[in-house]
């Protein structure tokens, strides 16, 4: 199988990233073009050296290279509002977009849960969500797939060291598109999304804590089994997704919180499932304990994968039965 050319758009942390894992790990796309705004870019340097042709004139610059037209995937890992510009001026190119950003305008995807669904409809760009939501979401999917979820809220706790630029900038966007997805793609009735910038040191890896108030009949033993399967899915492409600690289920006797938390018309609720995460980098280029970009560079890179081999033949998706 010829690989699938890819470009890259942002020479930061998550750009160079991308760009080192699919050298390394993936056989199937070819990193056609890097592309920064910043000359001085580690990403752009680190570019050059490996031999991926490189600019630091922005999509424009891409728009004039050479092979522009022999790449079939743009992987943007910019900003929610560099991603709105980037999109409108590749959207007469016909190439398909794989956001990396919170800007959510293509359809929310996590591989492990809709991916199948995404690449059904033809889907032409791909929103990653957040670092939050692809740790969490599958976990709240695989408690709605047995069980009804009235609400579901997740905390994703990163080291501040794995921010940058970027990510702070878009906080606002993270809490919304990660709240929205929880609902859409994750299932629940209501969602809620908190992030926090641990600045301990030495620097702690991703830590989410997913929690959902279900049905006090619901089965302890089926959501258990649930959760843990889907552990799994998504560990095939983040091999540093486990389970921190079991599942706890808490009765809930507080009529007013649930009062609060629980849209009107919700069904019944008498139990919070509570599941601790933790997601360690595979350090291709980020350190280990930057697992909220890890995640998503993977995430990203296994819908690239899939979109590729879709357009010589039907893909199974993770989220295939």
């Known amino acids: 199988m010829t690989p699938t050319k890819v470009a890259i758009i942002g020479s930061g942390n998550i750009g160079t990233d991308l760009m080192i894992k699919i050298l390394r790990t993936c056989p199937t796309l070819q ?21 991926v042709p490189a600019t630091h004139d922005g999509v424009g610059g891409l728009i004039a290279m050479v092979d522009f037209d022999a790449i079939d995937i743009v992987l943007d890992a910019t900003s929610a509002a560099a991603h709105l ?14 956001d990396l950003t919170p800007a959510a305008i293509g359809p ?86 908190i992030i926090i910038l641990n600045p301990a040191e030495p620097a702690v ?11 006090g009949s619901a089965d302890h033993r089926v959501i258990t089994e649930s959760v843990h399967a889907m552990i799994a899915r998504v560990a095939k492409y983040v091999p540093g997704y486990r389970l921190k600690q079991p599942i706890q289920f808490i009765p ?16 019944a609720v008498g139990t919070q499932v509570t599941v601790f995460l933790e997601v360690e980098g595979a350090a291709h280029y980020l350190p280990s304990y930057a697992g909220n970009l890890d995640i998503m560079t993977s995430a990203a890179i296994r819908v690239a994968e899939a979109v590729a081999l879709n357009r010589t033949q039907p893909t199974e998706s993770d989220s295939a039965p």
């Open 205 to 215: 890896i991703m830590r989410d804590t997913v929690s959902c108030l279900v049905d």
């Open 108 to 193: 929310p995807t996590v591989p492990a849960v809709n991916l199948a669904d995404r690449l059904a409809d033809g889907a032409t760009n791909f929103n990653m969500v957040t670092c939050g939501g692809q740790a969490t979401i599958p976990v709240v999917a695989a408690i709605a797939s047995v069980t009804p979820v009235p609400y579901a809220e997740i905390v994703a706790s990163i080291s501040s060291k794995s921010a940058g630029p970027g990510t702070r900038a878009n906080i606002d966007e993270f809490t919304e598109t990660t709240s929205r997805a929880i609902e859409s793609v994750g299932g629940a009735v209501r969602g809620k999304a």
């Open 31 to 51: 990193v056609a073009a890097m592309v920064g705004i910043d000359p001085d870019s580690d990403g752009l340097a680190r570019a050059r050296r490996l031999g």
């Open 252 to 267: 809930v006797d507080d009529a007013r919180q649930v009062r609060t938390l629980v849209p009107a018309g919700s069904p």
């Open 85 to 98: 510009k980037n999109a409108a001026a590749l959207a007469p190119y016909r190439k398909t977009l794989i």
